[in-house]
């Protein structure tokens, strides 16, 4: 089983519908969850990290099920611009530990107008 | 803040030789990290360094794979001999309090 492991979709979503991924994590022990977004032919960019309360960003939402080891993002009000993969991202310690970060393989959003 | 550095962006080269890929990191952060990205495989971690001293690359393929970082402005990730299968894109990430940022990558071709 992979580490991380996520869909790849791809999504493909018509303009203002919402749309949810799940990744799943193996290490119990992970305690940082982030989502990257990757745009084509570009370099990943930190989208938000994932709190244990679960967190919001505009119309973004970022949760975390640590009893299920998945985290999830949800995006409300899809827009063209939110085309892109989103990579989950998972790290087992905090502070200056070993960190091994490892990225999920990337769910693909297709939003067509 | 000029984010992180790579150098080239593109590099197109024969199998057999040398190829040296370069990272500057954001100032401050202390962790530097190298991947490579490639459709079969995803994003890989080939080896990270943490206050330039390497603390797992255990990801870095083989023998032909080596990562030096001098000091804590600099990283070199070094492939000799090249082969046609290292052909991906590179990248360098660096973190420091806040999550990974990543420079514009590597596109790496071997022929």
């Known amino acids: 089983r992979k580490e991380v492991e996520q869909d790849p979709g791809p999504f493909n979503v018509p303009e203002g519908a919402t749309v949810a991924f799940n990744c799943t994590y193996s290490n119990s022990a992970s305690q940082s969850f982030f989502w990257y977004r990757q745009d084509c032919r570009k370099e990943p960019k930190l989208l938000m990290s994932v709190y244990s309360s679960g967190n919001e960003d505009g119309r973004f939402t970022a949760q975390l099920n640590r009893a299920s080891q998945y985290i999830s993002l949800l995006i409300r009000d899809s827009k063209l611009s939110d085309s892109a993969t989103y990579l989950c991202?998972?790290?087992?310690?905090?502070?200056?530990?070993?960190?091994?970060?490892?990225f999920g393989s990337g769910t693909r959003l297709q939003v067509q107008p | 803040d000029a984010g992180v550095i790579q150098s080239p962006r593109h590099e197109v080269t024969e199998m057999g030789q040398e190829v040296t890929l370069r990272c500057k990191p954001i100032s401050g952060h202390n962790s530097l990290f190298w991947y490579r990205q490639t459709m079969m495989r995803g994003l890989e971690l080939l080896i990270y360094f943490n206050n330039n001293v390497p603390i797992d690359d255990s990801g870095m393929p083989e023998d032909r794979f080596s990562a030096k970082m001098p000091n804590a402005s600099f990283s070199t990730l070094k492939i000799q001999p090249s082969e046609p299968r290292d052909s991906a894109v590179y990248f360098c990430a660096t973190a420091g309090r806040t999550p990974l940022h990543f420079g514009n990558g590597t596109r790496l071709t071997v022929t």
């Open positions: 991202v998972v790290t087992p310690t905090l502070g200056t530990g070993r960190r091994a970060l490892t």
